[in-house]
């Protein structure tokens, strides 16, 4: 079995190969997008949005640009990144995509990176929000978000705001660990203390006896990154381990706190303060417009993983809009680096050296708001870079 599946492996590999030495060379009709999404398991609620805002925008915006139609071809991978591999050699080998898209978690957008490579086409990363991403291949860009960027934002708003002793709570995978790092950085830097250190499962959590350390460690406040669809499990346990009746905060970058599953948290998650890209509660007309689009065509609220989606497809199709439908992979990168836009969460940009996203941060308390929960901004950080890189 290892053999064959080894073999296959090499013969994908070499497809992959020949097709990038191969390209037709004739202008085709329709440009082909191979979305991969985890649309089962932990993380559908991921995929779910994602998917949603991709149609929402080809509603809007229609499914024909530069002159050709627009096909989008979906493979759930359940977040599992051998089945993100072989999605993506399917979608290049067989359906002969000129992109592909989507990436719930890192281990997925690494899986993908090699195969990228080879074939020499975009793979838009619209989730994932691991600072290595984008240096595991020249054609990778992200329209996402990375955790530097808001777990270095709510560390120093931590240490200004009188949190002294920090108890850490997080994934224990790629994400979870830049999160961790990069609070503790900037967190012991400005004389704030790691009191308890906690990494939890990716997989199915059971929070409660990880609380009960952490409610044991007396912390001014507890800083959570836990991946989106993740937040209402954590929430749940932490009310009834009665920490937010000792007066422990939640802190943290926005996952915890994601609009799709907000409202049905809790008055427990009342005042938790994060850092983060997007909330459904952005003033801006256009956020105004989207949620209210969204809302009409799903019947929830978007949360920031609809509007990493959202903006990914824009910038596939503004990217054929400058290479005038030419689907060469390297003059489609070549098209994405530097792009600016308008999106729902604000003012965006890729960084044309190292295709990450720049983007405001926001700092947000949760609030209710007509009687519904909102994550309300009450600080920004405009422009801010992959911090991971900036920093080397």
């Keep these: 079995m290892f053999e064959r599946k080894q073999f296959s492996t090499i013969a994908a590999a070499a497809a992959i190969a020949g097709l990038a030495a ?27 949005q994602i998917e949603n805002a991709i149609k929402l925008y080809m509603q809007q915006k229609g499914d024909t640009v530069a002159g050709k ?40 957008a690494l899986a993908a990176a090699p195969l990228a490579t080879q074939a020499k086409i975009p793979e838009v990363v619209m989730a994932a929000g691991t600072s290595i991403i984008t240096e595991r291949s020249p054609y990778i860009v992200r329209t996402s978000f990375t955790l530097a960027q808001s777990s270095t934002i709510i560390a120093d708003w931590a240490v200004k705001n009188g949190i002294k002793k920090v108890a850490t709570l997080t994934s224990d995978y790629a994400p979870g660990n830049d999160a961790l790092n990069f609070f503790k950085q900037n967190f012991t830097a400005g004389g704030g203390e790691v009191v308890e250190e906690v990494k939890t499962p990716l997989a199915n959590p059971d929070f409660a006896p990880f609380l009960q350390r952490m409610k044991d460690a007396k912390p001014d406040a507890i800083f959570v990154f836990v991946p989106a669809g993740q937040g209402g ?14 007066g422990i905060k939640v802190i943290g970058p926005g996952d915890v706190t994601d609009d799709d599953l907000l409202n049905n948290m809790g008055d427990a998650v009342l005042g938790t303060v994060t850092a983060h890209l997007y909330s459904a509660a952005h003033p801006s007309q256009m956020n105004k417009d989207f949620v209210a689009a969204y809302k009409k065509a799903y019947g ?13 497809i824009h910038l596939i199709y503004e990217a054929l809009k400058k290479t005038n439908g030419d689907t ?65």
Excluded: C, H
């Design 22 to 48: 191969v390209a037709p060379a004739k202008a085709e009709d329709s440009v082909k997008i191979g979305l991969i999404l985890p649309m089962t398991g932990g993380q559908a609620s991921t995929g779910k």
């Design 233 to 246: 499990n954590f929430m749940k346990q932490y009310a009834e381990r009665g920490l937010d009746k000792a």
């Design 300 to 312: 929830n609220r978007p949360g920031f993983m609809a509007v990493s989606g959202y903006d990914g």
């Design 328 to 392: 060469n992979g390297d003059k489609l990168i070549e098209a994405m680096k530097g792009q600016k836009w308008e999106s729902p969460r604000g003012p965006i940009s890729i960084d044309p050296e190292t295709r990450d996203i720049v983007q405001n941060i926001y700092i947000r308390k949760v609030e209710k708001v007509d009687g519904e929960l909102y994550n309300v901004e009450f600080a920004t950080f405009e422009a801010v870079k992959d911090l991971g890189k900036t920093k080397k």
């Design 69 to 108: 139609k627009v096909e989008i071809i979906l493979k759930d991978d359940a977040a599992i990144p051998d089945k993100t591999k072989t999605a993506a050699q399917e979608l290049i080998v067989n359906d002969k995509v000129n992109f592909i898209a989507g990436f719930g978690v890192t281990p997925a």
